[in-house]
């Protein structure tokens, strides 16, 4: 296989386009859009590859790569060789209550071409609008001693922010963002800080607003700073960004074996929504 570059949203669009002719039938994973695309393919990290019955997308993360498939019914052959590329590759498609059947091809087509599942998750949303929201916030209020400084990431922050997450994270595995997306999300003040001392950041989350609701991502707490109210301080300075902008929705993702994290966000009032996630790695 020979991977070619993606230019822009256009050329992503007729790639599609041209795969998806004359075919009756097809399963994809992609949740792309067009700015992000464009972003993407303009910083030159977006290459794909195809045949006639598999197109493929890949991300240049700078230390693994994401893959965006369409595969097309019933394919004549049951895997694909993509050793080609530099590992490791990344999948992860999203399943609803209800869809799980249309995914059972995908899943064998990239298991035998030498993926493995390397985890689920399970995504939780905290409906704002909710009674169990409002009595469980306004128990919170009464005990409320976060008492922490919640800063606005600047440029200068993206090294050390970087660290952390290398540290703390499997890049390929946690899906840890590009250097330009971070530099990205600073820029659109989507990441907040708290810093102790003279300045060391010890905690740290992502935070995108997005139609389908508030995401909280890559939240991070440094060892020897836990058990501070650290992340609850967070979180609130997030709550208050959501209801401030009249969000009805908070979401995060949640491995489904870190039982520790569901009973704390649980606390908070978040509950499984219906949607998972399922992850494979080609190492």
Not at 42 to 68: H, K, N, P, V
Not at 95 to 100: D, L
Request: charged letters at 25%.
């Amino acid at each position: 296989m020979i991977c070619e570059s993606v230019k822009d949203t256009n050329a992503f669009d007729a790639i599609v386009k041209g795969f998806l002719h004359g075919k009756t039938g097809f399963t994809t994973n992609s949740v792309l859009l067009p700015d992000e695309i464009e972003r993407v393919a303009g910083q030159g990290r977006m290459t794909f590859s195809r045949s006639d019955e598999a197109l493929m997308f890949f991300t240049d993360m700078d230390s693994y790569y994401t893959m965006t498939f369409w595969l097309a019914e019933s394919p004549s052959f049951k895997s694909i060789d993509i050793s080609i590329l530099p590992l490791p590759v990344t999948i992860e498609y999203m399943i609803r209550n209800g869809n799980e059947q249309k995914y059972m091809q995908a899943e064998a087509f990239w298991g035998n071409s030498g993926f493995i599942l390397n985890s689920r998750a399970d995504r939780l949303a905290l409906d704002l609008e909710s009674d169990l929201f409002r009595n469980i916030q306004t128990e919170a209020a009464k005990n409320n001693s976060f008492g922490q400084k919640v800063e606005v990431a600047e440029l200068r922050d993206i090294h050390e922010i970087l660290t952390i997450w290398d540290d703390t994270f499997d890049a390929a595995a946690d899906h840890i963002p590009h250097p330009e997306e971070v530099k990205n999300a600073i820029n659109q003040k989507q990441i907040f800080v708290i810093k102790k001392g003279i300045g060391e950041i010890v905690a740290l989350l992502m935070f995108e607003q997005k139609k389908t609701g508030d995401f909280l991502k890559h939240i991070t707490v440094k060892q020897g700073y836990r058990g501070e109210g650290l992340f609850l301080a967070l979180f609130r300075y997030c709550l208050d960004i959501s209801l401030s902008t009249d969000k009805k929705k908070m979401l995060l993702w949640v491995r489904e074996d870190n039982t520790n994290a569901f009973r704390i966000y649980e606390k908070l009032g978040f509950r499984k929504d219906g949607v998972t996630t399922s992850q494979y790695i080609l190492r």
